[in-house]
């Protein structure tokens, strides 16, 4: 998954977890075992989205040096579909 985003005015409706749901099942019905996504530390309205659909964190690494530098991390996560049954 990249590069989600939903426009500022359409923000609020559920929009997200909408295509969030859509990518699981286009992901689950055709076999695969799981979606993985990366987001940033600042990113906090996704990372509850993605926590919320079923995304757990699985590590953390920075983009850069100069983002080691500044503490600035990327999350990584992962979400199981299992064989859809």
């Known amino acids: 998954l990249k ?4 426009s500022r005015e359409h923000r609020g409706r559920g929009l997200a977890r909408a295509l ?3 990518v699981l099942a286009f992901a689950r ?5 799981a979606v993985v996504l990366s987001t940033s530390m600042v990113q906090v309205a996704a990372q ?3 926590e919320g659909q079923g995304f757990r964190r699985v590590g953390t690494s920075y983009p850069s040096l100069l983002g080691t530098l ?3 991390q990327i999350f ?3 979400c199981d579909l ?3 049954t």
């Open 48 to 50: 509850r989205l993605y």
């Open 70 to 72: 500044l503490n600035f």
């Open 3 to 6: 590069r989600m985003s939903v």
């Open 76 to 78: 990584h996560y992962r």
């Open 20 to 22: 969030c749901r859509e």
């Open 82 to 84: 299992g064989d859809g």
């Open 29 to 33: 019905a055709r076999g695969y075992g």
